[in-house]
T-cell receptor
Framework: DTEVTQTPKHLVMGMTNKKSLKCEQHMGHRAMYWYKQKAKKPPELMFVYSYEKLSINESVPSRFSPECPNSSLLNLHLHALQPEDSALYLC???????????????FGPGTRLTVL | KNQVEQSPQSLIILEGKNCTLQCNYTVSPFSNLRWYKQDTGRGPVSLTIMTFSENTKSNGRYTATLDADTKQSSLHITASQLSDSASYICVVSGDSSASKIIFGSGTRLSIRP
């Protein structure tokens, strides 16, 4: 298995809803990432987990809460989002936790999130 | 300031023609440079990855070049196909921190029949 899977593919939620995005990989990768991508813009790094521990939080608002239950799974819990949070949310993984910048990242297909 | 700049922003060519996309970077220290292809609404897919010592790398009809002295890279697409229509993103990695992975803004390529 050489892919990163994400569910759901599409999500529409209201500003008072609580939802979660899921990401899974079975490549034995020890680093996992969440990115946010607005239309016609490059992905923006949100969080990095290295060996199941949060290693980087790029000053993301607390309405986004990441969780890494084990080395294969990564969740992003959403609560009280704003319409401007609508975007494509990408999950990625790479082989090693240390030396993160040197490892090729494999991206999932993304979740298209719309906040009403 | 670590930056990755791509040109052109967008490009339209006829099917079967060749094209070259450019990437200039100021990321230092340099670790590697990757080219990704991203279809609309999908995740990026890696095309090539090159380290400091590599000058060129091919993946089918895609050939990437790297000049680490001038800090420039190019992606050449040969005999374009309609399925090549996508955004092509240049990504440069600096030191060992993930926050040093710098994404370019991408080139939106459209192939016309």
């Amino acid at each position: 298995d050489t892919e990163v899977t994400q569910t759901p593919k599409h999500l529409v939620m209201g500003m008072t809803n609580k939802k979660s995005l899921k990401c899974e990989q079975h490549m034995g990768h020890r680093a996992m990432y969440w990115y946010k991508q607005k239309a016609k813009k490059p992905p923006e790094l949100m969080f990095v987990y290295s060996y199941e521990k949060l290693s980087i939080n790029e000053s993301v608002p607390s309405r986004f809460s990441p969780e890494c239950p084990n080395s294969s799974l990564l969740n992003l819990h959403l609560h009280a989002l704003q319409p401007e949070d609508s975007a494509l949310y990408l999950c990625a993984s790479s082989l090693m936790g240390g030396g993160l910048g040197n490892n090729e990242q494999f991206f999932g297909p993304g979740t298209r999130l719309t906040v009403l | 300031k670590n930056q990755v700049e791509q040109s052109p922003q967008s490009l339209i060519i006829l099917e079967g023609k060749n094209c070259t996309l450019q990437c200039n970077y100021t990321v230092s220290p340099f670790s590697n440079l990757r080219w990704y292809k991203q279809d609309t609404g999908r995740g990026p897919v890696s095309l090539t990855i090159m380290t400091f010592s590599e000058n060129t790398k091919s993946n089918g009809r895609y050939t990437a070049t790297l000049d680490a002295d001038t800090k420039q890279s190019s992606l050449h697409i040969t005999a374009s196909q309609l399925s090549d229509s996508a955004s092509y993103i240049c990504v440069v990695s600096g030191d060992s921190s993930a926050s040093k992975i710098i994404f370019g803004s991408g080139t939106r390529l459209s192939i016309r029949p």
